[in-house]
């Protein structure tokens, strides 16, 4: 069983459209997260979820709306889609407390191209 | 600021040989320090962290050593493996305006390992 699943793996869209990326995760963590990998492999924070909460959030563009229906899932979409949208985006979740707080579990990406 | 400098960008190694990553932070509230290992077309995966209590820690050829004076730390690989070739990211936890933590990536460093 995959810990963390995304899906997409692959997006390839117009600029102006609107998309989704959907995320699950099967390891009963109370957090999850979107990272944002550009194309020289700099990673960054996006969002990050608690229970359904929202605790962090980086300053991204309001174009991207995260979307956490429980605590299990957590969607990223997308409007008015723009050329440096382009990356890769990695969901990951992780406990809230105890020892295995911050450990971050990472999906296998979603390759998004804005042509 | 947040901040999690790290050298260097690329480094090639003969198999065999040692490997060594170094890493800055300017949060001295950091307390923990994991590292990734990403390989083409996967997610992040950790491979070794290390929390603030201590200043060494070793998991068979991979050690981690902190020095929460200079806030630098470093991962050494030994014996280096074809296996190794990958980028390897180092990061620190950021203690954000409540009590949750958001996990700060380095540049990452693609380490060749030549045959």
Redesign the interface.
């Known amino acids: 069983d995959t810990a963390v699943s995304q899906t997409p793996k692959y997006l390839v869209t117009q600029m102006g459209n609107d998309k989704s990326i959907k995320c699950e995760q099967n390891l009963g963590h109370d957090t999850m997260y979107w990272y944002k990998q550009d194309s020289k492999k700099f990673l960054k924070i996006m969002f990050s979820y608690n229970n359904k909460e929202l605790i962090i959030n980086e300053t991204v563009p309001n174009r991207f709306s995260p979307k956490s229906p429980d605590k299990a899932h957590l969607n990223l979409h997308i409007n008015s889609l723009e050329l440096g949208d382009s990356a890769v985006y990695f969901c990951a979740s992780s406990q809230r407390q105890g020892a295995g707080a911050n450990v971050l579990t990472f999906g296998a990406g979603s390759r998004l191209t804005v042509l | 600021g947040e901040n999690v400098e790290q050298h260097p960008s690329t480094l090639s190694v003969q198999e065999g040989d040692s490997a060594v990553i170094k890493c800055t932070y300017s949060d001295s509230a950091s307390n ?1 320090f ?1 590292w ?1 290992k ?1 390989e083409l ?6 491979i070794i ?1 290390i929390r603030s209590n201590v200043g060494e820690k070793k998991d068979q050829r991979i050690a981690v050593t902190l020095n929460k004076t200079a806030k630098h730390f470093s991962l050494h690989i030994t014996e280096t493996q074809p296996e190794d070739s990958a ?1 390897y ?1 180092c990061a620190a ?1 950021i203690r ?1 305006g ?1 009590r ?6 380095g ?2 460093t ?1 380490l060749h390992i030549l045959p």
Do not use: C, M
Request: a positive charge; proline letters at 8%.
């Open positions: 923990y994991p990734y990403q077309g996967k997610g992040p995966q950790l962290d980028v990211f936890s954000t409540n949750d933590d958001k996990i700060i990536f540049k990452g693609r």
